[in-house]
């Protein structure tokens, strides 16, 4: 009975394991999963047939059903890192009827999401399936095997290209900022205080310009602090995200390191902080600053393994909350 795990016949039974209407069993003899419907018929086969130690040729797979795949769909959606996604997939959850339709449609709306679906269903299913081999090596008495995780964040930045900041990139960047800017507002000063935002923007950011959001006339380019950074930017040409700094003397100031919500949490803004660190030269930049704005807490893991350490903690009070 006993037969070896190759990626070939893992590959076969997770196929087998995705279709529900199917019945398969696995041939020990010939290490390949056979099918009982489709022409092929299980009575035509001896089930009960030993193989050359006196053990079962014909055994089951792994255990898999719809139930299965709603519990791994919400696991997924629970740990996804981009809220606008993680939110439409919970909702898409809870409708009750045709949610496994529901899910896919949503995913389809966001590629890199999507991708990100695919290569966690594959790894979370092919380590059922080594669980369900490794409780066949016991009973041999072998040593358990274990199973190599994918990088799925590697494979998601494959989609996307890290380039220098280039004059084109200014107005989509220009728009990704007031973006976040209407976010940072919403998230800490509230609802009718565009003023307040303005000025705890100017008192937070003593070495960085304003970036300037004001309609432009003809011909002219806002005055953006744009001339050291880089850009991710999809296959297409999208923006997707950037980095840019200012330089002073020995230290670097990152002024903005923002990405599109559509693309947060496949690890962009990591990938252009790394790429930004790795361009530094030490006997010329002696240290690097960068502001962690509020609602981006999760960030700080990502800062502590490129080094970073903890500079200064700032506190800000909206007087009227005492109250």
């Known amino acids: 009975?006993?037969?070896?795990?190759?990626?070939?016949l893992m590959d076969d039974i997770l196929f087998a394991m995705e279709d529900q209407m199917g019945e398969f069993l696995l041939d020990t003899v010939e290490g390949e999963v056979v099918c009982g419907v489709d022409g092929w018929d299980f009575a035509e086969v001896d089930l009960d047939e030993d193989d050359a130690n006196g053990e079962p040729r014909y055994i089951s797979l792994p255990d898999w059903e719809s139930s299965n795949g709603f519990r791994l769909m919400e696991h997924f959606a629970a740990g996804l890192r981009n809220p606008i996604v993680r939110e439409e997939l919970t909702s898409a959850l809870n409708l009750g009827k045709g949610v496994f339709r529901a899910f896919k449609d949503?995913?389809?709306?966001?590629?890199?999401?999507?991708k990100l679906w695919f290569s966690f269903k594959e790894n979370e299913m092919k380590k059922e399936i080594v669980r369900w081999y490794n409780g066949l090596r016991e009973e041999w008495g072998l040593e358990k095997i274990g199973l190599e995780p994918e990088e799925t964040h590697d494979l998601i930045l494959?989609?996307?290209?890290?380039?220098?900041?280039?004059?084109?990139d200014i107005f989509p960047a220009t728009e990704l900022h007031r973006q976040c800017l209407d976010e940072f507002k919403n998230t800490?000063?509230?609802d009718g205080a565009?003023?307040?935002l303005d000025a705890l923007l100017r008192d937070c950011s003593s070495q960085d310009r304003p970036l300037c959001v004001?309609?432009?006339?003809?011909?002219?380019?806002?005055d953006l602090p744009f001339k050291d950074g880089l850009v991710a930017e999809t296959k297409t040409g999208e923006l997707a995200g950037y980095i840019s700094v200012k330089?002073?003397?020995r230290a670097l100031y990152v002024q903005r390191l923002e990405v599109k919500?559509?693309?947060?949490?496949?690890?962009?803004?990591?990938?252009?902080?790394?790429r930004l660190l790795e361009s530094l030269d030490p006997e010329e930049i002696d240290q690097v600053l960068l502001d962690l704005p509020v609602g981006m807490e999760s960030f700080s893991r990502v800062l502590h393994r490129e080094s970073f350490k903890p500079y200064m903690t700032r506190y800000w009070l909206k007087l009227r909350d005492r109250e």
């Open 1 to 8: 009975m006993q037969f070896e795990l190759t990626e070939a």
């Open 261 to 274: 919500a559509e693309f947060r949490g496949l690890g962009i803004g990591e990938a252009l902080l790394s």
């Open 247 to 249: 330089k002073t003397e």
């Open 158 to 168: 494959e989609d996307f290209q890290i380039r220098p900041f280039l004059e084109e």
């Open 106 to 114: 949503t995913l389809a709306r966001y590629p890199e999401a999507e």
């Open 214 to 222: 004001s309609p432009q006339p003809a011909g002219n380019t806002p």
């Open 188 to 190: 800490l000063i509230g």
């Open 194 to 196: 565009s003023f307040s």
